[in-house]
Structures are given as structure tokens and as C-alpha cells.
Nanobody, 120 residues
Framework: QVQLVESGGGLVQPGGSLRLSCAAS????????VDWYRQAPGKQRELVAL???????NYADSVKGRFTISRDNAKNTVYLQMNTLKPEDTAVYYC??????????????WGQGTQVTVSP
């Protein structure tokens, strides 16, 4: 089994920064693509950023130039650096990962989420 644990959320003022972490543990053979999603109250969950196993990245238009996704394969951890935060970034942020647990087995896993609140 694989567990994903997000951390780093909190309350920040507009214009501030936070760095979220998504740490994977368990029966990991390799971590493939990893995504960050967010869900604001009353809204659908949306993709914020993704990073492939090869390090290629992609971002939602709403966060381009402000957020940076990165990964440390040695630590099985993916980060989301969020700068110039806006009130509309307020949401629960979730990590989602495609993980191989052996040569022949892989699965999709979600973390429990971490709250980010941007408010004066």
C-alpha cells in the first residue's frame, strides 16, 4: 500500500508564499506522474500543476508564473511552491500520484488534503 501525506498549508496574507509538500511512503517501486489539485468550497476539484517522472511540468493558467512544482525523487516528495498568493487560491490542496509498486503493478493514490487560506 502507498500513502501520500500533504503538509505546508496554512493561513497567509495576499501576496504571501507557502510551500506544500507531498510525501509518499509504503511499497514504492517508482513514482510516476504527480499532480496537485485544489478544491474550493462549492467548486469542482481542479488541476493546478503536474510533474512527470521525467520532470516535465504543466500548470493551470490561473497559477502560471506564480506556482512551481518540483520533485525530489530521493525523498519520494513533490513540492508546490506558491508565490504571490491571492484570495482565490484559497482551497484544500490535494496531491495525486501514479505509483508503481512493482514492475507490473501500479495504482493511483490521493492524499488527505491540506487547507490553504489566503486572507488579509
Amino acid at each position: 500500500q502507498v500513502q501520500l501525506v500533504e503538509s505546508g498549508g496554512g493561513l497567509v496574507q495576499p501576496g504571501g508564499s507557502l510551500r506544500l509538500s507531498c510525501a509518499a511512503s509504503g511499497s514504492i517501486f517508482s513514482i510516476n506522474d504527480v499532480d496537485w489539485y485544489r478544491q474550493a468550497p462549492g467548486k469542482q476539484r481542479e488541476l493546478v500543476a503536474l510533474i512527470t517522472s521525467g520532470g516535465r511540468t504543466n500548470y493551470a493558467d490561473s497559477v502560471k508564473g506564480r506556482f512551481t512544482i518540483s520533485r525530489d525523487n530521493a525523498k519520494n516528495t513533490v513540492y508546490l511552491q506558491m508565490n504571490t498568493l491571492k484570495p482565490e487560491d484559497t482551497a484544500v490542496y490535494y496531491c495525486n500520484a501514479d505509483v508503481s509498486t512493482s514492475w507490473a503493478q501500479r495504482g493511483n493514490y490521493w492524499g488527505q488534503g491540506t487547507q490553504v487560506t489566503v486572507s488579509p
